[in-house]
């Protein structure tokens, strides 16, 4: 019996740790996700997508203009939670409204 007793105590032992490294796995990637670059991925894409729309611009490129300021808006829109956390000054916002700005003038020429 007291065989019986030392394995199954030695099963709770090894379950509760489980249970903890489990939980704790679950709570630490719902507060820090798994993937910790991909805003940094983002604002990458973002800055490239911005000099390239200032290229076109000043090119008088009006369809590449239209195109980089859409896929820009919308890579702000698709990740601002991360975009604000790892640029907390920047104002997403308002340049979200300028490239709708942007978009409004180059797309419908």
């Not at 030392?6 to 993937?35: C, D, E, H, Q, R």
């Not at 919308?74 to 308002?94: A, C």
């Amino acid at each position: 019996m007291q065989e019986k007793l030392s394995f199954f105590s030695k099963n709770i032992y090894w379950s509760f740790g489980l249970v903890a490294i489990i939980s704790y796995g679950a709570i630490t990637s719902f507060i820090y996700p798994i993937n910790r670059n991909l805003p940094l991925k983002e604002k990458q894409a973002i800055d490239k997508n911005l000099e390239q729309l200032d290229r076109s611009i000043q090119g008088e490129d009006y369809e590449t203009s239209c195109r980089e300021a859409k896929s820009t808006s919308k890579l702000i829109i698709k990740n601002l939670r991360g975009l604000k956390q790892l640029e907390p000054y920047y104002k997403w916002e308002k340049i979200k409204i300028v490239l709708d700005s942007i978009t409004n003038k180059y797309c419908n020429q």
